[in-house]
């Protein structure tokens, strides 16, 4: 890597943007190749897993400092020496969002802490009209699928999640993940991790299908199917939270304006709307209220296809009956 300065001594080491990065590809590396054993108490490698990763921490603790200063970190008077802009540059260089990614189940709460902290200060970093950060996860697309994935281990997952949702807040990297097969890795997370994972899942969830409006909209359009299909699921769960906030996505998704035409599509199929009457006679009274909201926009669509409209006549007794005592002694539920 010929790119880094000469090591230094050991009281100079974290003193420069190339020793940081240098310092910090040494000990991941090392971390990273290490066995699982190694990472138990008591071995003889246990104590390079100690040394290795406070090495790790530090430099992150760094990084985190550099990239968050106003002046880069530079206490030099030459205002045209940057070493946030160095910094980046050899992070870039290095492949060490990768590597952060890479080893993050093997480093401890600060590290991970920090680590997830200088990724979210690259992604937020601009350079006139440019943000370097994004630029780089773009060229270098698997970085949004690692952090997706870092779900699939609970110690880190709030982590790695907090990445993916400051790299969301991007349209080009929420297009990355969206129109791939990994998108739908959100399903399996919500329903199968534990309740603050499932929960910060469906939170990147819903930021990937709400934020960049036009941009999902045209997903929408193109995988109707696929997705209607795959969300299905949400709404059938047995869980009581994923089921209540999934429906209120649904309604949140049919009635913005961008999504105009998947509403109407949506609200002209029988089998949605079978889906959602059944719903409505949920045991739980905040899931009916989601539901019936999603309900009445298929009650009003002043254009319903005769098949539609005829299971509304047919039920019409029933459903006025229904909406009659609808929530008259409803009980506050919470989450």
Do not use: W
């Amino acid at each position: 890597m010929n790119f880094f300065s000469k090591s230094t001594s050991s009281s100079q080491k974290y003193k420069n943007p190339a020793d940081l990065v240098k310092i910090f590809v040494d000990n991941a590396t090392k971390l990273d190749s290490l066995s699982t054993t190694a990472f138990s108490d008591g071995t003889p490698a246990s104590q390079d897993v100690r040394k290795y990763t406070e090495e790790v921490t530090k430099t992150l603790r760094g990084m985190k400092s550099l990239l968050s200063s106003p002046d880069g970190g530079s206490n030099n008077a030459d205002p045209q020496i940057d070493q946030a802009t160095e910094l980046s540059h050899l992070i870039f260089q290095s492949g060490l969002l990768k590597l952060l990614l890479k080893t993050m189940p093997r480093v401890d709460f600060e590290a991970r802490k920090d680590g997830s902290n200088v990724f979210g200060l690259l992604l937020r970093r601009q350079v006139g009209s440019r943000c370097p950060g994004v630029d780089y996860v773009c060229r270098e697309k698997e970085l949004v699928g690692m952090a997706l994935r870092g779900y699939e281990s609970e110690e880190v997952a709030l982590n790695t999640g907090q990445i993916l949702k400051e790299m969301l807040r991007h349209e080009a990297l929420a297009r990355i993940l969206l129109y791939s097969d990994d998108f739908y890795l959100f399903m399996d997370y919500i329903e199968k991790t534990l309740f603050a994972t499932s929960c910060d899942a469906f939170a990147n969830m819903k930021e990937c299908l709400t934020r960049h409006k036009q941009m999902v909209s045209g997903y929408l359009e193109a995988n109707y199917d696929k997705f209607f299909t795959a969300y299905k699921a949400l709404i059938l769960s047995p869980n009581y939270v994923t089921k209540r906030q999934s429906l209120k996505l649904l309604g949140e998704i049919l009635l913005d304006r961008s999504n105009y035409s998947i509403m109407t599509r949506y609200i002209a199929s029988v089998e949605n709307l079978q889906l959602i009457m059944n719903t409505l006679r949920d045991k739980s009274k905040n899931i009916q209220f989601e539901a019936f909201h999603v309900f009445k926009i298929f009650v009003a669509n002043p254009h319903k296809p005769p098949a539609v409209a005829s299971i509304l006549r047919k039920n019409k007794d029933r459903l006025l009956a229904y909406l009659t005592e609808f929530h008259k002694d409803r009980d506050v539920e919470t989450l």
